[in-house]
């Protein structure tokens, strides 16, 4: 596990409040409340034990798209899919029975686990698209994500956790590729921005989009030290 860990606590974790005036036609007016929780991150570790059973004890997900790789990934960013899914606003069957309240606890225990998986070292050896570096497909999906995704996934498919961006390093090409189709088709909602780019630009396209991400470098320090690593956690 990694030795620093730093929380910048999901802001995305709001309570809306409207009021208005009886008999009053007077505009709605919103109250925002952030909601701050300090992680555990012991309790996240026994909460990760539901997912691990999916994810994997190293949360690396699988190589055909059915799971993705979560480690590394960053705090909001888990904590927004998770309740997107509980709410129905994301559509994952699969996911939908284990994100319950009754079944993986409340705010606190959500909290809890994002911390912990986010501190997880990553798979060092993720799937790779089909088109290798210097390939005329590679190029290609060089220059669309240069384009059209660095000011917000960044040049490195980094992500930003405070404007609950994803990092896209370091995940598997069938998992990429998977998610754009299904934002592309409507069945994924995004933000509108990502969803006009998105729309406007063909499967190969996407796919060379996919390709190039997977080929991203992802920091030395934030990897395991090999694919035969395994969570002592879970031992």
Known sequence: ????????????????????????????EKITIRLDFVPDLEEGQKTFGVCARCHLPEAWGNIDGTYPQLAGQHVNVLMKQLLDI????????????????????????LSNVVAYISTLPMNPAPSKGPWKKGSAEFKQGEKIYNQLCTSCHGDSGQGNNE???????????????????????????????????????????LEKIANYITYLEVPKDDIATSKQWRNPDFQ
């Open 1 to 28: 596990m990694k030795a620093v860990f730093q929380l910048i606590l999901c802001s995305i974790l709001s309570l809306v409040i409207t009021s208005s005036q009886a008999g009053n036609d007077s505009p709605v």
């Open 163 to 205: 404007l609950v961006y994803p990092r896209l390093q370091g995940q598997h090409f069938q998992y990429l590729s998977q998610q754009l189709a299904r934002i592309k088709s409507g069945v994924r909602e995004v933000i509108p921005a990502m969803q006009m780019v998105i729309k406007d630009l063909e499967d190969e396209q």
């Open 86 to 109: 509980r709410s129905g606003d994301r559509q994952s069957p699969l996911m939908y029975p284990f994100v319950q309240e009754r079944t993986i606890g409340g705010y606190q225990e």
